[in-house]
């Protein structure tokens, strides 16, 4: 089956760090743009971050910048979102999805991960 | 303030036929860039749609189509039926943020 896989949602304190990670099975993540897509509880969905298929380029929301980092390993067929000084609102399911371009459509998506902030 | 526009809700009895607007702006709908509709059952995934505007991916009823115009889009439903309740959002690609953007999603309650 195709999937993707997604791990390591947690709950964690503001001002801590969490490293997601989302596992291709089926599929070869080399060949497509990769992206996070959160959607906070009862709330609408959020573009993260993109990464391109050598990890040549790579995007970020505004109130992610400089804080998150999105890495792929397409030797472990993986995608990874480094989070760091994490704030309430980064409260979310995160989904990783596949795109064929960074402009394009999300094709397959994982089923989440929560990420919970708070003291 | 999601940067596309829908409305927060729309309902329809069985059978019959609703639309969900989404309202860009001349830096992502009306800049050419293709829109894209998912639907999101609840406490699932969200789900591919529509792609490039008017494409159904294998799998997806023809009872769904999109459309688009200048700086909005369409997602239209025909012959509503009960599993099709859920919430559905746009998607496209901003060229002032250089990533994508969604609406803010709408709930569709078959009646």
């Known amino acids: 089956e195709v999937q993707l896989v997604e791990s390591g949602g947690n709950l964690v304190q503001p001002g801590g760090s969490l490293r997601l990670s989302c596992a291709g099975s089926?599929?070869?993540?080399?060949?497509?743009?990769m992206s996070w897509v959160r959607q906070a509880p009862g709330k609408g969905l959020e573009w993260v971050a993109s990464i391109k298929q050598d990890g040549s380029e790579k995007y970020y929301v505004d109130s992610v910048k400089g804080r998150f980092t999105i890495s792929r390993d397409n030797a472990k067929n993986s995608l990874n979102l480094q989070m760091n000084s994490l704030r309430v609102d980064d409260t979310a399911v995160y989904y990783c999805?596949?795109?064929?371009?960074?402009?394009?459509?999300?094709?397959?998506w994982g089923q989440g991960t929560l990420v919970t902030v708070s003291s | 303030q999601s940067v596309l526009t829908q409305p927060p809700s729309v309902s329809g009895a069985p059978g019959q036929r609703v639309t969900i607007s989404c309202t860009g702006s001349t830096s992502n709908i009306g800049a050419h860039y293709d829109v894209h509709w998912y639907q999101q059952l609840p406490g699932t995934a969200p789900k591919l749609l529509i792609y490039?505007?008017?494409n159904r991916p294998a799998g997806v009823p023809d009872r769904f189509s999109g459309s688009k115009s200048g700086t909005s889009a369409s997602l239209a439903i025909t012959g509503l039926q009960a599993e099709d309740e859920a919430t559905y959002y746009c998607q496209s690609y901003d060229s002032s943020l250089s990533g994508s953007v969604f609406g803010g999603g709408t709930k569709l309650t078959v009646l």
């Open positions: 089926g599929i070869r993540l080399s060949s497509y743009w």
């Open positions: 490039g505007n008017t």
């Open positions: 999805a596949t795109q064929y371009g960074s402009a394009t459509y999300y094709v397959l």
